[in-house]
């Protein structure tokens, strides 16, 4: 299994609705990542974790809570998201990651959750 | 800095060349990439260059890399309907290989 799945596809939500966006992967890879991407430009790193602990945390507001359950698991928790909020947020993995890690981990990306908010 | 730049559109005809082009500023570079996205979909990586290699071919692919210009290219040989597009180039350090920075994405539209 080489692919990243996530879940849903597409989601509309209102201001003040809780949703969740769920990553997963079985390549064994131990660091996950968050992008977010508007339209016609390129995704924004959010947060990356490696080996289950949250790494990087690109300064993100709160109203974006992930959590990674597990290696293979990563989700993205949504509360009071803003209009602006509306995007395409990808997910990625890689076999290692976190800061300082000096060698090459090709990121595998997910086809993404396209979220409208309200 | 942390800049990345791409022109925004490239048009070509259906078996000619592609060349799309890029600029990086930061000197500290180690690897950079080439990574395609189709329309709705997520990010692909084409192929990746070390700071220390001036090329690499991978079949219709050719990535030049001058390091004193801080100039990447990809070279689509032949292209094709389904190399349509947007191909997005990045960079990423040995000190975070985890946080890789792209350029805003070249359009590549192929006529007839």
């Known amino acids: 299994d080489t692919e990243v799945t996530q879940t849903p596809k597409h989601l509309v939500m209102g201001m003040t609705n809780k949703k969740s966006l769920k990553c997963e992967q079985h390549?064994?890879?131990?660091?996950m990542y968050w992008y977010k991407q508007k339209a016609k430009k390129p995704p924004e790193l959010m947060f990356v974790?490696?080996?289950?602990?949250?790494?990087i945390n690109e300064s993100v507001p709160s109203r974006f809570s992930p959590e990674c359950p597990n290696s293979s698991l990563l989700n993205l928790h949504l509360h009071a998201l803003q209009p602006e909020d509306s995007a395409l947020y990808l997910c990625?993995?890689?076999?290692?990651?976190?800061?300082?890690?000096?060698?090459?981990?090709?990121?595998?990306f997910g086809p993404g959750t396209r979220l409208t908010v309200l | 800095g942390e800049d990345v730049e791409q022109s925004l559109f490239l048009s070509v005809r259906e078996g000619d060349s592609s060349v799309i082009n890029c600029t990086y500023t930061?000197?500290?570079?180690?690897?950079l990439y080439w990574y395609k996205q189709e329309p709705g979909a997520g990010l692909q990586l084409l192929t990746y260059?070390?700071?220390?290699?001036d090329m690499k071919q991978d079949q219709r692919l050719t990535v030049l890399l001058n390091k004193k210009d801080k100039h990447l290219s990809l070279r689509i040989a032949d292209t094709q309907t389904g190399d349509s597009a947007i191909y997005f180039c990045?960079?990423?350090?040995?000190?975070?290989?985890?946080?890789?920075?792209f350029g805003s994405g070249t359009r590549l539209s192929i006529r007839p």
């Open positions: 990625a993995s890689s076999q290692r990651g976190g800061p300082g890690t000096s060698v090459y981990n090709e990121q595998f």
């Open positions: 390549m064994g890879h131990r660091a």
């Open positions: 974790y490696s080996y289950e602990k949250l790494s």
């Open positions: 930061d000197s500290s570079s180690t690897y």
């Open positions: 260059i070390f700071s220390n290699m």
């Open positions: 990045a960079e990423s350090r040995s000190s975070s290989a985890s946080k890789i920075i």
